[in-house]
């Protein structure tokens, strides 16, 4: 089963930017599907935004026009987001689905945005 480590979290100002990444432990097939979810304490995990192959994305509204997904090379996403206000502190996981089933999550990292 594939694993997936997450990294670039950190603590930021308000209206900073970061750039989190996803990493496989192998190429990530091109039908699959790679997301990036967000949680907070006593909330449910919601999608940031998911990409499949090289140009299908998909966003949440509430973060539409300050992220963006892409696929870097064989085995890792990234998440670029800029323009960070408060409320995007979470734990942020990487997920991926593969449409025979095998889904997997990383362990997921940390991003605090200071008002």
């Known amino acids: 089963q594939v694993q997936l480590v997450e990294s670039g979290g950190g603590e930021v100002q308000a209206g900073e930017s970061l750039r989190l990444s996803c990493r496989a432990s192998?190429?990530?097939?091109?039908?699959?599907?790679v997301g990036w979810y967000r949680q907070t304490p006593g909330n449910e995990r919601e999608l940031v935004a998911s990409?499949?192959?090289?140009?299908?994305r998909n966003y949440a509204d509430s973060m539409k026009g300050r992220v963006t997904i892409s696929r870097d090379n064989a085995d890792t996403v990234s998440l670029q987001m800029n323009s960070l206000k408060s409320e995007d502190t979470a734990v942020y996981y990487c997920?991926?689905?593969?449409?025979?089933?095998?889904?997997?999550w990383g362990q997921g990292t940390q991003v605090t945005v200071s008002a």
């Open positions: 192998g190429p990530i097939s091109a039908i699959a599907t």
């Open positions: 997920h991926i689905h593969h449409p025979w089933g095998s889904d997997a």
């Open positions: 990409i499949r192959s090289t140009a299908v």
